[in-house]
């Protein structure tokens, strides 16, 4: 059993403090953009059929978050959907805010944030944070549970998170280790990811200051069993 505790601002685990987020940055600054919209027409993200499970719940707020936006495919769907809030795109690849840059350059209810979601600070609390497509399993679970209570600070009083997850079972294409993470080497560079077990989860969120935790499973266009909690 791992122990934690809480500083001043962030979590300490009493055991191996495994770091893996900034390792991955190097992937997603090679990755041509093209290649990285291929992977997500193989899970059968690429037609939104995520925001549309979940545009019901985000319709009428009023300022949402996604962290960790990529080249702005779920954003993309959710203006497509005729979303009149504020929207804010956090990213750290600087090829990726460029894209959505320019992409969004005429949108005055889009704003492209240059930001590391470990240091989370968005310019207004948000009703809602979005965290899909796995953005999650690319932080080791110390740095999750970090995340999230940055994730907590950041929203409205009565603000929830959306994280969109693989269900059990990560189609893994590298290696698995004893500690249960996986590691993809690929052309671009290693991805290292943790999938967090669901009590895992429910610790975090708890030690996050979050108290409710609702999970809906739906099916991606390539047949795939993906889920999405609702965390308040
Ligand atoms: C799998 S992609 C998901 C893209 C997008 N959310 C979607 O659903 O299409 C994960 C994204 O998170 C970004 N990311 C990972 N760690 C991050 C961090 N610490 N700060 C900001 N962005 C990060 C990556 O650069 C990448 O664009």
């Known amino acids: 059993m791992s122990i934690i505790r809480e500083t001043s601002n962030s979590y300490i685990e009493d055991q191996h403090l495994k770091l893996i987020n900034d390792a991955n940055f ?5 990755i041509e953009i093209e290649k990285f919209k291929e992977f997500s027409a193989i899970i059968g993200l690429d037609e939104g059929i995520d925001i549309k499970v979940i545009y019901p719940e985000i319709k009428n707020l009023n300022t949402i978050a996604e962290i960790g936006s990529g080249y702005g ?6 203006k497509n959907n005729q979303f009149s809030g504020q929207v804010y795109a956090v990213e750290r690849v600087r090829k990726l805010l460029d894209y959505m840059e320019e992409k969004y350059t005429d949108d005055d209810n889009i704003e492209i944030i240059d930001q590391d979601l470990k240091q989370l600070n968005l310019p207004n609390k948000a009703d809602c944070i979005l965290w899909l497509w796995s953005g999650i399993l690319e932080l ?25 997850t693989p269900y059990k079972n990560v189609r893994v294409i590298g290696s698995k280790g004893e500690d249960n993470y996986i590691k993809f080497e ?8 943790y ?3 669901f009590e895992e989860l429910k610790e975090s969120i708890q030690l996050s200051g979050f108290s409710s935790i609702e999970s809906t499973f739906y099916q991606t266009k390539t047949g795939l069993t993906r889920i999405f909690y609702k965390i308040c």
């Open 26 to 30: 190097e992937f997603y600054n090679k």
């Open 73 to 78: 495919r779920a954003i993309e769907f959710i």
């Open 140 to 164: 080791s679970l110390p740095e999750q549970r970090i995340v999230l209570k940055r994730l907590k600070d950041n929203l409205g009083e009565d603000g929830f998170l959306l994280i969109e």
């Open 186 to 193: 690929t052309e671009w560079g290693t991805i290292e990811a």
């Open 195 to 197: 999938l967090p077990t």
